[in-house]
DNA sequence: GCCATATGCATAAGCCAGTTATATAGTTGA
DNA sequence: TCAACTATATAACTGGCTTATGCATATGGC
């Protein structure tokens, strides 16, 4: 409970990184476009063209709900459908030019944003969260965790 | 862009900061309750019993948003009304014992998953980000930070 | 003290992003 | 070749917001 008395614990460092979560969050100016969507996006910019259905798992929708974002996508130009060879049902999601660039823009300030925001701590913390960078890209690598059940 | 092999810069720090966001927010289970009220419930918990306008200015939402998610919070029986002596315009929203309950029980779901997800770290990562607490704190304390503009 | 104006909240109507249920087109294997 | 399965689409509905507006109370200049 006393991150300045002790050593912090495992659930000080919980709520740390809660704390910044919500911080982050609250700092999203509006974009004109949702986090779905955003989401998705990058979905398609990190693994490629991607069908419906695969997309609607990996972001945590329904395939309907996919689809009626899909087609917001394709609507604004920032995605579009291609048929799949060797499957005449299937459609392949892939982002298009004005796609990564709205994506790209979209980072771009995010990552300004909090960079911003770190050149204005004292130099200590600056060292501490340096530090800690290869630790939080481990916390959210999934590759080296022990799943259980 | 290669923290492996240099100090990491400013960016490599905000990288790994959304990193985490984003593997925090997709690791939120469905509770039956949304997150504006659950962050409606924790503002109340920690400014205290506030007014509608109040509140909606602070949720980030518009007035009739916010008397709409406190009919919800009501009917549920999270949140009760009272009357505000001194102005009978006014409406006070204060959390009833229900919803603080809730609220508790939301933050130690939260707090217990990030845990254990440190706890599998290596011991190193863990000291890192432990070291990082102070630093994470300051990050989205406003107090310190010059304002602009 | 009165009245014009401002303020706090509620209601109404509509929008948007999601849901479930169902239909249609294409694929596959016995 | 046809029954069963799969990929996507469409329809109808819901939740959580929005803007526009109304009503009650408060406030300040006169």
Redesign the interface.
């Known amino acids: 409970m006393s991150?300045?008395e002790n050593?912090?614990?495992?659930?000080?460092?919980?709520?740390?990184?809660?704390?910044?979560?919500?911080?982050?969050?609250?700092s999203r100016e509006p974009v004109g476009i949702s986090k779905s969507s955003l989401s998705t996006l990058a979905r398609l910019d990190v693994v490629g063209p991607l069908r419906i259905t695969d997309l609607a798992e990996r972001e945590?929708l329904t395939q309907p709900g996919m689809t009626t974002l899909v087609n917001r996508l394709v609507q604004t130009g920032l995605a579009e459908r291609r048929a799949d060879p060797g499957d005449g049902r299937a459609v392949l999601v892939a982002l298009t030019s004005d796609g990564l660039a709205r994506l790209t823009e979209y980072r771009v300030s995010?990552?300004e944003l909090?960079?911003a925001?770190?050149?204005?701590?004292?130099p200590?913390?600056?060292s501490?969260?340096?530090?800690?960078?290869?630790?939080?890209?481990?916390?959210?690598d999934d590759s080296?965790?022990?799943e259980e059940k």
Do not use: N, Y
């Open positions: 991150p300045a050593a912090p614990s495992t659930t000080d460092v919980a709520h740390a990184l809660e704390a910044v979560v919500t911080w982050l969050r609250d945590g995010r990552t909090i960079s925001r770190l050149e204005q701590l004292d200590e913390s600056r501490a969260l340096a530090k800690a960078v290869p630790a939080l890209h481990r916390f959210v080296h965790v022990t």
